[in-house]
């Protein structure tokens, strides 16, 4: 249930990302334009997207939620249409050095996100936020990160729909999904990412070893011309 470096810290739950296709290497590293460089990655990204596929979220158990349809007892199903451009026909922007991150919140039984009102949403969220979502912020590390990612684009840009949760041990659950674009990442320059999932529930521990509410991972665009 645990991917990525987040886990989860007694009711506040981890936000974990793909690709990580290299054990204990939390660097998104590749040569912009070098299949072979990046198959790693895309092979990582697409073995976790499998799950959401059509023909995988087919069955008597598997509904399409809203507000207002939610039964407890039923899955719902993720529409991978979601993630805009970070699909896979378009190699998820690593052919081009536009890179597509995938970002879930680890599984936690019983956990259901607090919304912010109007008066409590955090600044950093700025027009995405919306009170029925889990919010998804990503930013550099440092001013220098800050400098050279880019801009980016989350899509869905609102985050995490509230009615996915909780998770009881539905079978079959399927987690919802954030894509996190980076545009126009500077290259040959490693960038220190942290990403954070934003509910008045939901507490940022930015210990690397006790990681919570936050993904923190390095990408490197190698903007060499291939052999």
């Not at 539905?170 to 934003?198: D, M």
């Amino acid at each position: 249930m645990v991917y990525g470096n987040a886990g989860a810290i007694g009711n506040n739950p981890g936000l974990s990302f793909r690709p990580m296709p290299w054990a204990k290497s939390t660097m998104i590293y590749f040569v912009q334009g070098d299949k072979q460089s990046f198959a790693p990655i895309i092979a990582n990204i697409r073995a976790h997207l499998i799950q959401y596929e059509n023909q995988n979220q087919d069955g008597r158990n598997y509904i399409q939620c809203g507000y207002g349809v939610r039964p407890r007892e039923k899955v719902c199903t993720f529409n991978l249409d979601l993630l805009g451009p970070c699909i896979w026909k378009e190699e998820y922007g690593y052919n081009d050095g536009e890179p597509c991150v995938i970002l879930k919140l680890n599984k936690l039984y019983g956990w259901e996100p607090e919304p912010y009102d109007n008066n409590t949403r955090p600044p950093e969220l700025g027009d995405r936020w919306r009170p029925d979502h889990v919010g998804v912020t990503c930013e550099g590390d440092t001013d220098t990160d800050k400098e050279n990612m880019g801009p980016i684009a989350y899509y869905p840009e609102e985050g995490f729909p509230n009615y996915y949760f909780p998770y009881l041990n539905q079978l079959g659950y399927r987690s919802p999904l954030v894509a996190v674009h980076f545009e126009r990442p500077t290259n040959n320059v490693l960038l220190r990412i942290v990403c954070k999932a934003w509910a008045k529930n939901i507490e940022h521990n930015l210990d690397p070893l006790w990681l919570a509410g936050v993904a923190k991972f390095e990408i490197l665009v190698d903007g060499r011309l291939p052999h």
